[in-house]
């Protein structure tokens, strides 16, 4: 893949300043870039790279006398960067549909799919066009997926799921499984059913080996845009709001309901039931057992005010000390008690 | 699947108010039911639900005038929904052997067993009576499965071990692994062979993603009636007891021994080598660092009694307000003092 | 397998006090050892074992009158086990390469390998003597896989990435998905390809259904005999020194770099960009938010020197007590002042 400086400066939405019919083969960081290169500029703790890099062109908010090679200016270099990348990044490998592959007779596919060897497809599922299906991918009786998906090795979707257009599910994810759901009888746990299904909509994308549970009833549902990282679980009947992103081994608890562009960290916890507004913000590792309203910034478990949080945990270690000064407090009192009914 | 309201009043253990002989097609909640579908009534906050549903019929505790369809009284409403449930709840498609499964010449497959295609079972496994293994599945040499238990795909059973009668095991999740044991060599870590085994017993349900590693001697081994969400760690030597409910992303340290009916949170974690007894609960994100007596409920990291947690975790968002009222009174005592030396 | 004592003592680097020629079959616990099996004696809790136990020999530091037969007589007792087990461990089953697997033309797998059926191997893959791909695994375009490598059912390989010589890794892992890297742009989260690869070096072992991101770009690396439990997760760009420990659910963020011989507690998160330096020790469930140092010990959320945490989080359950001292406190020098102005 070779593209002009020119062809960069469009995708990025940049200008040139300098040499525009330069070949760049390639992106990469400024300490790392060879020569036919393009690398960015965007942390003002590198800047010494500038001189130094081996980069042929460059991303960068304004024309920099340091920089030597073609320069293209871009208001937000860091997603300048995200989108040239993208022109660098190979797409999956387009294999039709293997004939080690296992194919219901029942299931439809769409034009121009992928299904790789050892994958298989279930009954009466119905596949997009453009479709990628690696191997191990399990696809269930009646599943159906839209145009231009990407399923990685090994992701299973349990049957009558619903996947929208351009979602991208990496390896070893599990969509649909049950929900946890029992009921004591006794000392013995009795199953409810999880009668209902997983949707995905469009241009999701789910990190490796996580899982997205199917409704007791309706359905689980991950709307338009969301993007969450590796092991993250979603318990049954979540409903989880447009552009919401969540980092690793965070956990959301059945029938929780989250708003649009909620930011949720590494390890955290949602209860079960809770709601989340639009644009709440989640700490890692924090615990969240109260519903919360938009834009609410909140860490700890139980988690509480994010500010207040960071109050409370620099107390923490001084838990000590304050033990310290209480009990001299008390003995200086004794002693002025002491005093007083002398 | 369609079952007279008298037929599901059966299967729930509860009289009929009203017509006993219409026809039901399906289960929902009341505010997404249909005609011809029964709903149920277990949470008074739904009861304006009772007037406006389209049910066709419903599980509910008492009569009730508000809903005019046949009611199906029953003592546990919510556990009646589980077993009506279980009734429309599809079970996995029968599919016999699959000639695009891979079966070894020495394995024993037992009656109306369902093995997918892409499944893979190892030499001398020995499989019961209406097994299903999904595609994907792994089962390793000299594995041994019961009857009517279901794999679901891209599970991966390692040699030798042992699964029970009735137990469901779910998508991705990995029996058997190697337990996480080195010691330390100089810098070297020597790795401690695991050479035991995992045995599931009967009526166990595994949930997703998840691992229960093989013993370094003996047996991990998880007992009747267990259930467990997704993302669950049991590590190597554990012991699980009966009816026992784990929820997601718990993890469980190696040689720990669990009682029956104890609950475990989601995110909790257990110390190497403890003892939990009976009816014991953690909180979801505990630390449990020291062995629990019957019926003991824990939380926070490090564990301890919920009810005292319940306190402490209300103060530590007042520690700022705490360490303030130190300030002051340190402040008034050295006036007092200085007053006091005048 | 069968092998004198004199045998196991060569093995474990010891010496025979009394029958050397005495045949051993397995290996076991005290407790569970049977004749013809050799046990170990390493906690003084069990020092009663070495009466009752059947076993016919023992690996221990000193020779003990207490035990009958064979005792081999070494430094370290638990180490010798694990040597010694090593002997009995079951190496993996080995099946060349199997008309069932999918091998692409242009792959390479060099000698003795076993590719077992259902495995998948990509274009241009390189596969070392001796490898062991056991069904369900995918092996991506271009990876490189060395000498002796042992990869367990399901984990997925993803394309480019390189694994060295003697590696273990488990079942369902899967390493080389994209890093987790959004930039927002208005509301929308863009995608930063993910450009880099994984490397893993000889000798390291990872457990089951983990995750090893492949760096946005250069590479996300795991160094020389890194040893990772189950469920733990490694994002892009970090790199693991020589020997490090890593226990199950373990979270390491982008970009981290982490030392030699560092040991991660369960469920521990370390937050993005930071370092971690040779023989620092994170306790489980900490949340590690500053660069450690080397040898630092630090626990808690966030984490703190080790033993003020065990400090604090001895004084946390106190703070009601703490609390009703200040109040108190507060009522007696009211009080006094109150006199004072009278």
Tied chains: 1, 2, 3.
């Excluded at 909140?298 to 988690?303: I, L, M």
């Amino acid at each position: 893949m070779q593209f002009s400086v020119r062809q960069l400066a469009e995708q990025a939405g940049g200008t040139v300043v300098g040499e525009d019919r330069v070949i760049i083969s390639g992106i990469a960081s400024l300490a790392e870039a060879c020569p036919g290169q393009i690398a960015f500029f965007a942390d003002p703790r590198y800047r010494g790279g500038l001189k130094t890099t081996k980069a042929s062109a460059i991303l960068i908010a304004e024309p920099s006398a340091e920089f030597q090679g073609s320069q293209v200016i871009v208001r937000n270099p860091a997603l300048a960067y995200a989108k040239v990348a993208s022109l660098f990044a190979p797409a999956p490998r387009v294999v039709g549909v293997s004939e080690k592959a296992f194919v219901s007779e029942s299931a439809v596919i769409g034009a121009n799919a992928s299904i790789y060897p050892l994958a298989y497809i279930g009954e009466k599922a119905v596949l997009g066009d453009n479709v990628i299906l690696f191997p191990g991918v399990f696809i269930g009786d009646r599943v159906k997926i839209g145009n231009n998906t990407v399923l990685y090795p090994n992701v299973s979707v349990m049957n009558d799921c619903v996947i929208g257009n351009e979602v991208i599910i990496h390896a070893g994810t599990v969509i649909g499984s049950d929900g946890f759901g029992f009921l004591r009888d006794g000392s013995v746990n009795v199953k409810i059913p999880q009668l209902g299904i997983v949707q995905i909509d469009d241009l999701v994308e789910i990190g490796a080996n996580s899982c997205v549970d199917r409704a007791a009833l309706g359905k689980t549902w991950i709307q338009r845009g969301v993007k969450t990282d590796n092991m993250v679980q979603i318990a049954h009947n979540v409903v989880i709001g447009e552009d919401t992103v969540i980092v690793a081994q965070a956990a959301v608890g059945g029938s929780v309901s989250i708003g649009n562009q909620v930011v949720i960290g590494g390890q955290a916890a949602i209860r079960d039931h809770l709601r989340v507004e639009d644009r709440a913000m989640i700490g890692s590792q924090s615990g969240v057992a109260k519903s919360l309203g938009a834009g609410e910034i909140v860490s700890g478990s139980p988690a509480i005010p994010h500010r207040l949080w960071l109050k409370t945990s620099a107390l923490i270690p001084q838990l000590p000390d304050l033990v310290a000064r209480l009990r001299r407090l008390e003995k200086r009192l004794d002693d002025l008690e002491k005093r007083g009914t002398r």
